[in-house]
């Protein structure tokens, strides 16, 4: 399976939630991460992280009830300026195993996957989403 992901490739909407809300999230700034729609078979659209890959903390989607069978932490998400783009990186909400930068990984099934890493951070940027039905 040969995955291309490119600038061309805007991947699915997400919405940031902080608190208190505000309009602009500022760099360095604690949130949560979220799709903009629920993917099909999880409870929510939200980013938590999942220890699903052996030793590795992979972001999942949805809450710990979507993941029984694994270890999971809920936490806060930062964005950070990284080269010519953005960093995300994760904290959990309790002092944890693991905390660190978002970076990606390709599992033995060839899927693409993010997870925290204390290694090179993946590089984002971000783009106002027209959300749709087609976005889904």
């Known amino acids: 399976m040969s995955l291309n992901h490119s600038e061309v490739d805007f991947g699915k909407p997400v919405k940031f939630r902080t608190s208190p809300e505000i309009d602009f999230i500022p760099i ?10 629920t993917p ?9 992280t ?7 903390w992979t972001v999942g989607i949805g809450g710990p009830q979507d993941h029984q069978v694994y270890q999971t932490l ?24 693991m905390s660190g930068d978002i970076g990606t990984h390709i599992d033995g099934e060839g899927k693409w996957r993010l997870l925290v890493t204390n290694g090179e951070p993946y590089e984002v940027k971000f783009f106002k989403a027209h959300i749709d039905s087609s976005s889904i």
């Open 74 to 97: 809920e936490g806060v998400f930062k964005i950070n300026k990284h080269g010519l783009g953005y960093k995300l990186s994760f904290l959990p909400y309790v002092n944890g195993p």
């Open 40 to 48: 099909k078979g999880v409870s929510s659209g939200n980013w938590i």
């Open 50 to 56: 999942v220890k699903d890959l052996g030793e590795a």
């Open 28 to 37: 360095d700034t604690y949130m949560n991460i979220e799709f903009a729609h």
